[in-house]
Nanobody, 114 residues
Framework: QVQLVESGGGLVQPGGSLRLSCTANGSIFSFNPTRWFRQAPGKQREFVAVLTSLDDTEYVDAVKGRFTISRDNTKDIVYLQMTSLKPEDTAVYYC????????WGQGTQVTVSS
């Protein structure tokens, strides 16, 4: 069973940056799309970004130009670099992977507040 683990969340001031990491106990990132989702309190989980096996990327409009999804194939880690963070980015961020998007991590909390 594939397990995903997110890390890198925390408390940051508006305008700050964080880098989230997603690791797996198997080599799945190179061959399957990897997505980041987020869920804010009282809201539905929403798509944030995707990185395909061909290195194509797509982002939700709210984060375009501020977030970057990438992959380190040697370490088998997927990152979400977040810059110019806003209070509305506050959420639990989840990594999602697998051929049918059936693997999820436990989430990492990102709080943007002064």
């Amino acid at each position: 069973q594939v397990q995903l683990v997110e890390s890198g969340g925390g408390l940051v001031q508006p305008g700050g940056s964080l880098r989230l990491s997603c690791t797996a106990n198997g080599s799945i990132f190179s061959f399957n799309p990897t997505r980041w989702f987020r869920q804010a309190p009282g809201k539905q989980r929403e798509f944030v970004a995707v990185l395909t096996s061909l290195d194509d990327t797509e982002y939700v409009d709210a984060v375009k130009g501020r977030f970057t999804i990438s992959r380190d194939n040697t370490k088998d880690i997927v990152y979400l670099q977040m810059t110019s963070l806003k209070p509305e980015d506050t959420a639990v961020y989840y990594c999602n992977a697998g051929p049918t998007g059936n693997y999820w991590g436990q989430g990492t909390q990102v709080t943007v507040s002064s």
